[in-house]
């Protein structure tokens, strides 16, 4: 049988970029959220930090999984394998997204109450950190599209 190539399916370059942009949105989503910034005062926040925290080590072990691969030129496409990235991406996929979205409705609602419940600059702040948090969130659902097109060629 012939091996499929998809220009992002796990163990190529672009996989390898899509994963290194992952982790490098949530990293900023988590340091605009959490760096001198009281987010734990709203659940949406809090939720936005924890999905973002399971986001970095996920994104960061597959980038590392794709940069072993185009090192040694092996892909590994077991379709067990295939499966847990494939359910791991979804699953992470979909919480950033409701992350992302929660964090950016509570940031409306703060902003349309006005100056006492949330600063100029500590809103500015929370909008980069779900602006980022949906930058990770697409290259994740890319990701996860990618290898699911590769899946029936197992």
Same mark, same amino acid.
């Given at each position: 049988?012939? *091996?499929?190539?998809?220009?992002?399916?796990?163990?190529?370059?672009?996989? /390898?970029?899509?994963? =290194?942009?992952?982790?490098?949105?949530?990293?900023?989503?988590?340091?605009?959220?959490?760096?001198?910034? *009281?987010?734990?005062?709203?659940?949406?926040?809090?939720? =936005?930090?924890?999905?973002?925290?399971?986001?970095?080590?996920?994104?960061?072990?597959?980038?590392?999984?794709?940069?072993?691969?185009?090192?040694?030129?092996?892909?590994?496409?077991?379709?067990?394998?295939?499966?847990?990235?494939?359910?791991?991406?979804?699953?992470?996929?979909?919480?950033?997204?409701?992350?992302?979205?929660?964090?950016?409705?509570?940031?409306?609602?703060?902003?349309?109450?006005?100056?006492?419940?949330?600063?100029?600059?500590?809103?500015?702040?929370?909008?980069?950190?779900?602006?980022?948090?949906?930058?990770?969130? /697409?290259?994740?659902?890319?990701?996860?599209?990618?290898?699911?097109?590769? =899946?029936?060629?197992?």
């Amino acid at each position: 049988m012939e *091996e499929v190539s998809v220009p992002g399916a796990m163990g190529t370059s672009a996989s /390898f970029a899509l994963r =290194l942009g992952q982790t490098v949105f949530a990293s900023a989503s988590l340091l605009f959220m959490s760096f001198r910034v *009281e987010f734990y005062g709203y659940s949406s926040f809090c939720y =936005l930090v924890v999905v973002m925290g399971l986001v970095i080590p996920w994104s960061t072990t597959l980038a590392l999984v794709d940069a072993y691969s185009i090192l040694l030129k092996y892909v590994p496409r077991q379709p067990k394998i295939m499966w847990v990235v494939i359910i791991g991406d979804w699953v992470l996929s979909f919480l950033s997204l409701a992350a992302a979205c929660s964090t950016a409705g509570v940031i409306d609602l703060l902003l349309d109450t006005g100056q006492p419940y949330c600063p100029v600059k500590l809103c500015r702040r929370y909008q980069m950190s779900a602006a980022t948090a949906f930058l990770s969130w /697409f290259l994740s659902f890319a990701s996860s599209l990618f290898n699911l097109w590769l =899946l029936p060629s197992l």
